[in-house]
């Protein structure tokens, strides 16, 4: 049997929940299971009751570090591992020392950076990183036309992330109805609008609250009730976000909020996707945007802002086709830090959101399953895992073919 090539992966802990930690489990463990592959994970950005390495399964352990680790860390897994590749999968806030070190890095292997970037103005002040790294693995169509402006095309490739197909799908009539039955209650017939996410900022969830009490006043003016819940998994006390209790309480609309805010596995995910009428993402910046995908996998329609990795979501371009709502912006701000100088921020009105809600909830059963059915195919198809991984595995072993000659080393001479 041939030589396995040797990953190292730099990226959140992949038994965690975040965004990152879920698509780098799924991308090792599709890489895994070509039986190419063995993947040592430094699982980042969280601090660790116990530091002792996980033995996932085959092939695939996983060393906790704290942070994402430092200079003398990757030194050391450079040397003990002697990895083929090394793989970076997190914003470029995160990989400073590993832009830095480069040089280091590339006397023993080629640097590969699944890479995202939310939003429009082009990030030139991004170039010196792209100048780091030797391949770049887009998870956006927009992230991929942006990099394009400033970075070589035989650098870039666009792999967007996807789902494994036993994770979420549609469940069966009668099994759905029971999950309504004990979830809602005697509210189990309200038509349900679902909200997965993070409660931060630029998620927008209190703008959604004031959507929702909108959308709830229209109802009651035209159809004399209101028969609707929003379900939002999601922690209301967030330290870093709002206190959503007390904002859905002075709006009023309390009664017709359901808060999920334990964590759950992808089984009781499936469960809130199948309860629900439509999914909903109104972020004002988003690479990519994980929970609508997974509503579309199950068969629902989506209601979503045309901002970063959404777009290629909600709009199937061969259509063209809709797979919900595609809200447009109404007001696009410039925002930014030292680190970031400029990005824009895609806005949506509270009214125009609660419109999206009311145009989904106003078509028939029939005409939102359709709308949803259409949305699973065509996720199946762009997004698909099998492709994930197979673009992956091409990805790295041209790479490999290729990085040495490719690789634009500095070099410095001193003139007497």
């Not at 799908?169 to 309200?190: F, S, T």
């Not at 805010?261 to 910046?285: G, M, V, Y």
């Amino acid at each position: 049997m041939s030589k396995k090539i040797k990953i190292l992966m730099l990226s959140d802990h992949a038994k965690t929940n975040t965004g990152v930690a879920v698509q780098s489990n799924h991308l090792i463990n599709g890489l895994v299971e070509t039986e190419n592959y063995e993947v040592v994970q430094l699982g980042a950005a969280i601090y660790h009751d116990d530091y002792d390495t996980v033995n996932v399964k085959e092939g695939f352990k996983i060393i906790p570090i704290n942070g994402f680790g430092d200079k003398d860390i990757i030194r050391s897994m450079l040397v003990s591992y002697d990895p083929d590749v090394f793989i970076i999968f997190s914003d470029a806030r995160f990989f400073k020392h590993i832009f830095e070190m480069e040089d280091e890095i590339h006397q023993v292997c080629p640097i590969i950076w699944w890479h995202v970037w939310d939003n429009r103005p082009t990030p030139k002040f991004n170039k010196q990183f792209y100048d780091s790294v030797d391949k770049i693995n887009c998870i956006s169509e927009l992230t991929y036309k942006l990099c394009s402006e400033i970075v070589e095309k035989e650098k870039l490739n666009y792999i967007p992330h996807s789902l494994p197909d036993d994770l979420f799908y549609p469940l069966k009539e009668e099994a759905v109805d029971y999950h309504k039955k004990m979830i809602l209650g005697e509210r189990k017939n309200d038509f349900v609008c679902t909200w997965i996410n993070r409660n931060i900022k630029r998620k927008r969830p209190a703008d959604l609250l004031k959507s929702w009490q909108i959308f709830l006043m229209n109802l009651q003016h035209k159809y004399k009730h209101k028969d609707a819940i929003l379900l939002m998994h999601t922690d209301p006390y967030d330290k870093v976000g709002m206190n959503l209790i007390e904002i859905a309480k002075n709006l009023n609309i309390l009664e017709n909020i359901r808060f999920s805010d334990q964590e759950a596995d992808f089984q009781k995910i499936n469960i809130l996707h199948n309860i629900s009428d439509i999914s909903i993402n109104i972020s004002c910046a988003e690479g990519f945007g994980l929970s609508t995908l997974e509503a579309m996998l199950v068969g629902k329609p989506i209601v979503s802002t045309l901002t970063g990795g959404l777009i290629r979501q909600v709009i199937n371009p061969e259509g063209p086709f809709v797979n919900g709502v595609a809200l447009k912006p109404d007001v696009t701000t410039i925002s930014g830090t030292q680190n970031i100088p400029y990005l824009n921020e895609d806005y949506v009105s509270v009214e125009n959101i609660a419109k999206a809600i009311m145009q989904m909830y106003e078509l028939n059963k029939e005409e939102r399953k359709e709308i949803g059915l259409k949305a699973r195919e065509y996720v199946k198809e762009k997004f698909s895992y099998n492709n994930m991984i197979k673009n992956w595995d091409n990805s790295i072993k041209d790479t490999l073919l290729n990085w040495e000659s490719r690789y634009k080393r500095i070099r410095i001479e001193v003139i007497n």
